[in-house]
Structure formats: structure tokens, C-alpha cells
């Protein structure tokens, strides 16, 4: 049996008790990695059992939260290889319909939590080899899409922050990327789904509207995910990868 393409590497992922996240973690370890889950729910008891996954209960919004969990990593692993970024909460409106207060909630998560990661890991990341960094941007990043102003703030900033660490960490061989999912099948959207009146025709319609006649798998997230992160990307860096059936390059007709 060959070894996967993470074999001996050590990885942090954000929000990786759901979702996307979830699926990242998944494919990981099926490749060998260790995984460190960064989330504020715990994940599910059996995964958590495997001993190649350690969950830390960390809130991206303090800087001590993070910086404890790092340490810990560290001091048991020896080193951090990978750090997936995909924390992170969504927002819908114009920029009328959120007040200063949900605007500043929805930035410290998405984006200063990015960075905080970020910075309690690269110290780690300079040392380790091969080192990569994946942040989850979003298809709103690059096309308009309505009702999602601050959103759209959050996300477009984690992808131009990514292309600048790029060039900021070139020369010490730490990698950083994005992936830029479109309408994916997440708990958050089986949610809103559920809250609605007719939660199937709400998903049929949901669906119609996507490029290719359905919503983006965590998994396939996930595949994209490891593709940046896995060592034989090594020519990969600043990218911002879209993954989302074609909303940002491909013509519609009505």
C-alpha cells in the first residue's frame, strides 16, 4: 500500500468540525496526516477517538485561544505543516441591512481570525518543510452576487491577503493559496433550507440556479483543498482556485 501524500505531515485546520472543514480533515487523514481541529464544537466522539486527530477548543477571535492551541500542536507533534483556514460565518443583506456591530462580528471572524491563525503559525510553518497555507475565500470574491456586501468584504479580503503572504513568505518556502468555493452543501444551508416553509423546493430552486444544476460538495472542496496544500504543488502559490460549477467564467444563457 503506497504512503498518502501527507505522510508524516502535521495539519491545522479551522472549522473543522462541519462542513467543509469537516471534509478537509477527513481527506487528510486518509492521506496520513495528523490533524489538529480548531473549532468551537466539538467533533463528532468517533473521530475524535482516532489518535491521528487532536480537537482544541479555539475561538479565532482570540488571539490567546489560538496561541495556546499552537503551542499545544507543537509541543506534541513537533511541527506544523499545513494550516487550512476554513472558519468562518456567513452574511446577507446590502450594505444598508447590517448594522457597525455585525459588520465588525463577521470581519473579526473571517478575516482577523484568518490572520491570527495565520501569524501564531508561521513561525512553525518557516521551520517545517514542505509548508502550506490554504485560506477558504468564496465565489463572491470574484463575481457580484446580491445581498452579500459584508460577505463579500470578508471574503475578497482573506483571497488579496493570501496572494500578499504569498509574496511576503516566497523565500521561506511557505505556500499560500485559496480556494473559492460557489453554493455549497453545508449544515449553514441545510439550516436555511430548514427554517423555510417547503425546505425541497427551496434546495430544487437553490440547485436550478447553480451553472451545473446542483450545489458544490464539501468534497470537492476538500479534493481542491489538498491539491494546493500537497507537496507536489510546490510551483503552486498566490492562486486563488474557484471551485463553484463555473459562476465566475462561464456564460449563462436565460
Not at 480533515?25 to 487532536?54: W, Y
Not at 501569524?119 to 470574491?141: D, E, M, Q, R, Y
Not at 433550507?193 to 430552486?205: Q, V
Request: aromatic share 6%; with cysteine; hydrophobic share 45%.
Amino acid at each position: 500500500m503506497s504512503l498518502g501524500r501527507f505522510q508524516g505531515q502535521v495539519a491545522i485546520v479551522t472549522g473543522g468540525s462541519s462542513g467543509i472543514g469537516f471534509a478537509t480533515m477527513t481527506r487528510l487523514l486518509e492521506e496520513g496526516a495528523r490533524v489538529a481541529v480548531f473549532d468551537l464544537t466539538p467533533l463528532p466522539s468517533i473521530v475524535a477517538k482516532n489518535n491521528s486527530v487532536r480537537f482544541f477548543e479555539v475561538d479565532v477571535t482570540q488571539k490567546l485561544s489560538v496561541g495556546e492551541a499552537v503551542a499545544q500542536v507543537v509541543s506534541e507533534w513537533n511541527t506544523i505543516n499545513v494550516v487550512v483556514n476554513c472558519a468562518g460565518v456567513a452574511a446577507i443583506g446590502t450594505v444598508v441591512d447590517n448594522d457597525e456591530a455585525e459588520w465588525s462580528r463577521v470581519w473579526d471572524i473571517n478575516v482577523l481570525g484568518t490572520a491570527r491563525v495565520i501569524g501564531a503559525t508561521i513561525h512553525h510553518l518557516k521551520l517545517a518543510s514542505p509548508a502550506s497555507v490554504v485560506n477558504l475565500g468564496s465565489a463572491v470574491a470574484h463575481t457580484g452576487f446580491p445581498n452579500r456586501v459584508l460577505y463579500t468584504a470578508t471574503k475578497g479580503a482573506v483571497v488579496a491577503m493570501t496572494r500578499a503572504m504569498a509574496s511576503d513568505y516566497l523565500a521561506d518556502g511557505v505556500r499560500f493559496n485559496s480556494v473559492c468555493p460557489g453554493t455549497t452543501d453545508t449544515p449553514w444551508l441545510t439550516g436555511l433550507f430548514d427554517a423555510s416553509d417547503d425546505p425541497e423546493e427551496e434546495r430544487r430552486k437553490l440547485n436550478a440556479r447553480q451553472p451545473h444544476g446542483r450545489l458544490v460538495s464539501p468534497d470537492e472542496i476538500a479534493d481542491a483543498i489538498l491539491y494546493l496544500a500537497n507537496p507536489l504543488a510546490g510551483s503552486t502559490n498566490g492562486v486563488s482556485l474557484s471551485v463553484d460549477g463555473g459562476i465566475e467564467s462561464l456564460f449563462q444563457s436565460k
